[in-house]
Nanobody, 126 residues
């Protein structure tokens, strides 16, 4: 079993920055793809970013390209999402997720991920 715990959310003004962290425990971390999703009130959960077991492979949804950076520290079993130039439309609960299938590229599809954290709230004021 895998446990994922997010942290780092909060309230920030537009143009500000936050760094989210997701700590994983329960199984070796380095071989799995990881992702961040978000869910705004009244909306479906959507893909934000993903990173492969090889850190060279990263994906972003178009609305965050150039502003968000995903990274991972396998020694710490942690994945990060650095969010810069935040906008009010980034307001959401952010979830990290782990894909337990090894040997494939990271996915943008929600149902490809097997383990989820509890989420951390990000609120961006205008």
């Amino acid at each position: 079993q895998v446990q994922l715990v997010e942290s780092g959310g909060g309230l920030v003004q537009a143009g500000g920055s936050l760094r989210l962290s997701c700590a994983a425990s329960g199984r070796p971390f380095s071989m799995y793809c990881m992702a961040w999703f978000r869910q705004a009130p009244g909306k479906e959960r959507e893909f934000v970013s993903a990173i492969g077991w090889s850190v060279a492979t990263t994906y972003y949804t178009d609305s965050v390209k150039g502003r968000f950076t995903i990274s991972r520290d396998n020694a710490k079993n942690t994945v990060y999402l650095q969010m810069n130039n935040l906008k009010p439309e980034d307001t959401a609960v952010y979830y990290c997720a782990l894909d337990r299938t090894t040997g494939r590229l990271p996915s943008r599809a929600l149902d490809e991920y097997d383990y989820w954290g509890q989420g951390t709230q990000v609120t961006v004021s205008s």
